[in-house]
């Protein structure tokens, strides 16, 4: 999901970047040597030089002539620096979007998958001491890589007692955070089947450890997505004696690549069991404990596209393994979250450059729906008069507006200046992602598949829901009814959205199905 909504975040804040600040040009001090030159030379002189008449006034004394032609030529010699100083700038940054524009081209999942630098990973041992490496490189990825680059923490929860537990680590996207979790069940006798493995750093093998000395018997790709899948062959690689099960169509861009080719060395397909036991004739142990059942539309979206995802249900525990199906927003944000990310994100000074104040000087330049230049600048004026709040109120607001950036792509102008009133609409409640629900969802391709997977999961009795964003928590068929409900009957938006920050998904989804992308 992180890398659904980063762009249309990073595109405005690189127009902010390549925008003179006030009061300077890309002419830089050049500008003011001009202007202490050009004080010296009166407005006939200065309108003869724009002229090309560099002889002075025939009225002048010799020694202002002189003057006048020393001045002219300072002034001409600057002008061509700063010209000079120009074209450089815009070299250097036309050289900086061509290499921009190779990094996508090559940045897809993985490059070289069948080395250790096809994971472009550097992953810790799980013998480190107490104090594992939280150290893993991942530089790959389409449209953008994610973040973070180089290390990456790793919070566990207990969501059953000693059977069931969430991981989650952070991944960010120009400066806005998203929580990736991967879902540990220990199994009955001791070893774990872990759905959605998240990079094995050292901290979180450390982690799996504690939880079971016999290992892992069961790993479960439960998505195409990028976000998920790219961290298996490296962890898999981990646990060589664990068997992988990956659902079908895995998917690459712009390369479509077979999944031995992406670095899975799959058992089999992460299948429906109740139509699926002889694929998994050599795991009973799974199909004893496990129940699967797979979303699989017939037809790919554009690029190839496929928007596959196992539930997994757990019999013993009555706890379902989801992917991006749904999502439910804690009113705080968890542990996973880095505080100073959150200040930055929502930071209230009119004059910091943090990716909260980028995000609202690039709305209020292109004037975001018509109203972001008015309502930024009534939002400073308060801000002004009232003050920035405490630490931890910015740090709540930018929980908020982070949620809101993360679901919407672009939130109203409202919503970016005050997001607590949409925020409250779709906190503590088993909702259906806004950009799931509108660029995937929506599309004719999934949608009949998407009924009957929603109405099959739905006959399990389960009573915890572990999605791969967000919370995890309490929930039931009911709420999974509940949040489908509208998606499956029409294509309107669901009335818990927000209407105005839902717009610009509407506009975006209008256009991809104009285009026949879904």
Same mark, same amino acid.
């Given at each position: 999901? !992180?890398?659904?909504?980063?762009?249309?975040?990073?595109?405005?804040?690189?127009?902010?970047?390549?925008?003179?600040?006030?009061?300077?040009?890309?002419?830089?001090?050049?500008?003011?040597?001009? $202007?202490?030159?050009?004080?010296?030379?009166?407005?006939?002189?200065?309108?003869?030089?724009?002229?090309?008449?560099?002889?002075?006034?025939?009225?002048? @004394?010799?020694?202002?002539?002189?003057?006048?032609?020393?001045?002219?030529?300072?002034?001409?010699?600057?002008?061509?620096?700063?010209?000079?100083?120009?074209?450089?700038?815009?070299? @250097?940054?036309?050289?900086?979007?061509?290499?921009?524009?190779?990094?996508?081209?090559?940045?897809?999942?993985?490059?070289?998958?069948?080395?250790?630098?096809?994971?472009?990973?550097?992953?810790?041992?799980?013998?480190?001491?107490?104090?594992?490496?939280?150290?893993?490189?991942?530089?790959?990825?389409?449209?953008?890589?994610?973040?973070?680059?180089?290390?990456? /923490?790793?919070?566990?929860?207990?969501?059953?007692?000693?059977?069931?537990?969430?991981?989650?680590?952070?991944?960010?996207?120009?400066?806005?955070?998203?929580?990736?979790?991967?879902?540990?069940?220990?199994?009955?006798?001791?070893?774990?089947?872990?759905?959605?493995?998240?990079?094995?750093?050292?901290?979180?093998?450390?982690?799996?450890?504690?939880?079971?000395?016999?290992?892992?018997?069961?790993?479960?790709?439960?998505?195409?997505?990028?976000?998920?899948?790219?961290?298996?062959?490296?962890?898999?690689?981990?646990?060589?004696?664990?068997?992988?099960?990956?659902?079908?169509?895995?998917?690459?861009?712009?390369?479509?690549?077979?999944?031995?080719?992406?670095?899975?060395?799959?058992?089999?397909?992460?299948?429906?069991?109740?139509?699926?036991?002889?694929?998994?004739?050599?795991?009973?142990?799974?199909?004893?404990?496990?129940?699967?059942?797979?979303?699989?539309?017939?037809?790919?979206?554009?690029?190839?596209?496929?928007?596959?995802?196992?539930?997994?249900?757990?019999? %013993?525990?009555?706890?379902?393994? +989801?992917? %991006?199906?749904?999502?439910?927003?804690? !009113?705080?944000?968890?542990?996973?979250?880095?505080?100073?990310?959150?200040?930055?994100?929502?930071?209230?000074?009119? %004059?910091?450059?943090?990716?909260?104040? +980028?995000?609202?000087?690039?709305?209020? $330049?292109?004037?975001?729906?018509?109203?972001?230049?008015?309502?930024?600048?009534?939002?400073?004026?308060?801000?002004?008069?009232?003050?920035?709040?405490?630490?931890?109120?910015?740090?709540?607001?930018?929980?908020?507006?982070?949620?809101?950036?993360?679901?919407?792509?672009?939130? @109203?102008?409202?919503?970016?200046?005050?997001?607590?009133?949409?925020?409250?609409?779709?906190?503590?409640?088993?909702?259906?992602?806004?950009?799931?629900?509108?660029?995937?969802?929506?599309?004719?391709?999934?949608?009949?598949?998407?009924?009957?997977?929603?109405?099959?999961?739905?006959?399990?009795?389960?009573?915890?829901?572990?999605?791969?964003?967000?919370?995890?928590?309490?929930?039931?068929?009911?709420?999974?009814?509940?949040?489908?409900?509208?998606?499956?009957?029409?294509?309107?938006?669901?009335?818990?959205?927000?209407?105005?920050?839902?717009?610009? +998904?509407?506009?975006? /989804?209008?256009?991809?199905?104009?285009?026949?992308?879904?």
């Amino acid at each position: 999901m !992180a890398r659904k909504r980063g762009l249309l975040v990073l595109l405005p804040v690189l127009s902010i970047w390549l925008r003179p600040l006030p009061g300077r040009s890309w002419l830089g001090g050049n500008q003011l040597h001009i $202007a202490r030159a050009s004080q010296n030379c009166s407005p006939r002189r200065m309108a003869r030089f724009a002229s090309g008449h560099e002889d002075g006034d025939e009225n002048t @004394s010799p020694a202002a002539r002189s003057q006048a032609v020393l001045d002219d030529w300072e002034l001409q010699r600057l002008i061509k620096e700063s010209v000079k100083a120009r074209a450089s700038i815009y070299d @250097s940054i036309k050289k900086a979007l061509v290499a921009m524009g190779l990094l996508l081209v090559f940045s897809t999942v993985p490059l070289f998958p069948s080395s250790e630098a096809a994971t472009a990973a550097t992953v810790s041992q799980a013998t480190e001491p107490a104090t594992a490496s939280r150290a893993y490189l991942n530089v790959t990825g389409f449209p953008f890589p994610l973040g973070p680059f180089f290390e990456r /923490k790793t919070v566990m929860t207990e969501l059953v007692k000693d059977k069931v537990y969430s991981f989650e680590q952070p991944q960010d996207l120009a400066g806005i955070t998203a929580n990736v979790r991967c879902t540990a069940f220990r199994m009955r006798d001791g070893r774990l089947a872990v759905y959605n493995p998240l990079a094995p750093t050292g901290e979180f093998l450390q982690q799996l450890k504690s939880i079971s000395e016999k290992g892992v018997a069961h790993i479960l790709l439960g998505s195409t997505a990028y976000e998920h899948k790219v961290y298996t062959p490296a962890f898999s690689r981990e646990f060589p004696e664990a068997k992988l099960w990956a659902v079908p169509d895995q998917w690459s861009w712009p390369l479509d690549l077979p999944p031995p080719l992406l670095g899975f060395n799959a058992t089999g397909d992460l299948l429906d069991t109740a139509s699926g036991q002889a694929n998994y004739a050599s795991a009973p142990d799974f199909t004893s404990e496990f129940e699967v059942k797979l979303l699989h539309p017939q037809q790919r979206l554009a690029f190839g596209y496929s928007a596959v995802e196992a539930a997994v249900f757990h019999k %013993d525990t009555k706890v379902v393994a +989801l992917t %991006d199906a749904m999502v439910n927003v804690p !009113a705080a944000p968890t542990a996973v979250y880095d505080k100073d990310g959150l200040l930055a994100v929502g930071d209230k000074k009119p %004059d910091s450059y943090s990716i909260g104040n +980028l995000v609202l000087k690039a709305a209020g $330049a292109v004037n975001w729906r018509g109203t972001a230049a008015q309502e930024n600048a009534s939002f400073w004026s308060k801000v002004q008069a009232d003050g920035e709040g405490s630490e931890m109120e910015q740090v709540q607001r930018g929980w908020e507006l982070n949620t809101l950036l993360s679901l919407y792509f672009g939130p @109203s102008p409202s919503s970016l200046v005050d997001p607590q009133a949409s925020f409250e609409k779709i906190k503590t409640k088993w909702i259906v992602a806004p950009v799931t629900n509108a660029v995937i969802y929506s599309s004719d391709k999934v949608k009949p598949e998407l009924k009957r997977w929603v109405n099959d999961v739905a006959d399990w009795d389960f009573t915890v829901i572990a999605p791969s964003h967000f919370a995890a928590g309490p929930g039931t068929p009911a709420d999974l009814r509940s949040a489908f409900a509208t998606t499956l009957r029409s294509n309107d938006m669901d009335p818990t959205f927000d209407t105005a920050d839902f717009n610009l +998904l509407e506009d975006i /989804k209008g256009v991809l199905k104009r285009f026949q992308i879904i």
